[in-house]
């Protein structure tokens, strides 16, 4: 991942909870949101879930660098959480991570 020319990094996750795990899964995001907008360097961090699709969910979070990122992504918390999120969620964490590149017409 790279940041921008603003400096600040995007991030989109989106991921699938497993068959009957829906409901675990977003109580277990809406717990774990409050904690990630309070890490050093968090502009954004918006937990979402998808319309019409019950069990799919999307994190739009907004870093100030990628330190600060890192930082979030290597808290001592997610030694805990990532294991707890394995559990709830269909594949690999990685798989639904997209970075967002802005940009606006030149002028």
Do not use: C
């Not at 309070?38 to 019409?52: C, F, P, S, T, W």
């Not at 100030?64 to 394995?86: I, K, N, T």
Request: no cysteine.
């Amino acid at each position: 991942m790279t940041t921008t020319s603003n400096h600040y990094v995007t991030v989109l996750w989106e991921a699938r909870a497993k068959s009957g795990k829906e409901a675990a899964m977003k109580a277990f995001m809406s717990a774990a949101v409050t904690a990630s907008r309070n890490d050093a360097g968090n502009i954004d961090y918006e937990a979402h879930q998808v319309e019409g699709e019950p069990g799919t969910f999307v994190i739009f979070e907004r870093w100030e660098s990628r330190e600060a990122l890192d930082g979030h992504l290597y808290a001592p918390r997610m030694r805990d959480l990532v294991p707890q999120l394995l559990e709830l969620m269909d594949g690999a964490i990685e798989d639904g991570i997209r970075l967002l590149q802005p940009f606006r017409p030149a002028g």
